[in-house]
């Protein structure tokens, strides 16, 4: 049910960020990226918001170089 649930907010991100964590899902813990994903950026509804959280994150957790 958890699952279904987290794939449910996944359509409500931003495609860029979408494509970004479908990635990380098939390279690193999906419990990583629940965390990091359905915690803080899930629950922005703008799209520019949810870009920003996302880089925010993204950097400081070396999800990207």
Known sequence: RQRISALV????LA???QHEVL????SK???LTERLLFERV???LLWTEQRAAWER???GCGLRP
């Open 15 to 17: 495609p860029d960020i």
């Open 42 to 44: 899930a629950r922005l």
């Open 9 to 12: 907010r996944l359509t409500f």
């Open 57 to 59: 994150l993204a950097s």
């Open 23 to 26: 990635g990380l899902v098939a």
């Open 29 to 31: 813990s999906s419990s």
